[in-house]
């Protein structure tokens, strides 16, 4: 299982934009934004492609890390417990978002 640390670096490690994303959900409260990681999951699951426009690269790669390194996420608090996109359609809920095999 990843370290926070790892995880984060992997994050940021795919991501390109110039905003400053909430790296857990405490600090997306505090800014009223997603985590990076859920800027990324909600992208998997609502559109499976990259967002360039928005610094999001290899989407599917970090999606499938995070499913792996799931238990890791939650306890870490980098990942919202529920997840919806942008026309309020649920995407996830009581963090199950690792629905990966079945995506496909």
């Known amino acids: ?11 940021q490690a795919n991501y390109a934009g110039k905003e400053e994303p909430a790296l857990t959900v405490e600090a997306g409260e505090k800014t009223q934004t997603w985590t990076l990681a859920g800027l ?3 992208r ?4 499976r492609y990259d967002a360039p426009g928005w610094g999001l690269t ?3 790669k970090v ?6 390194n799931k238990e890791s996420v939650v306890e870490h ?3 919202e417990k529920e997840g919806y996109n942008n ?3 649920p ?7 690792d629905d990966w095999h079945k995506q496909e």
């Open 1 to 11: 299982m990843a370290t926070k640390e790892e995880i984060l670096e992997f994050l």
């Open 40 to 42: 990324f999951v909600r």
């Open 44 to 47: 998997w699951l609502n559109d």
């Open 58 to 60: 290899n989407v599917g």
């Open 63 to 68: 999606y499938i890390y995070l499913c792996v």
């Open 77 to 79: 608090g980098l990942i």
């Open 87 to 89: 026309s309020g359609f």
């Open 91 to 97: 995407l996830w809920s009581d963090y199950d978002f």
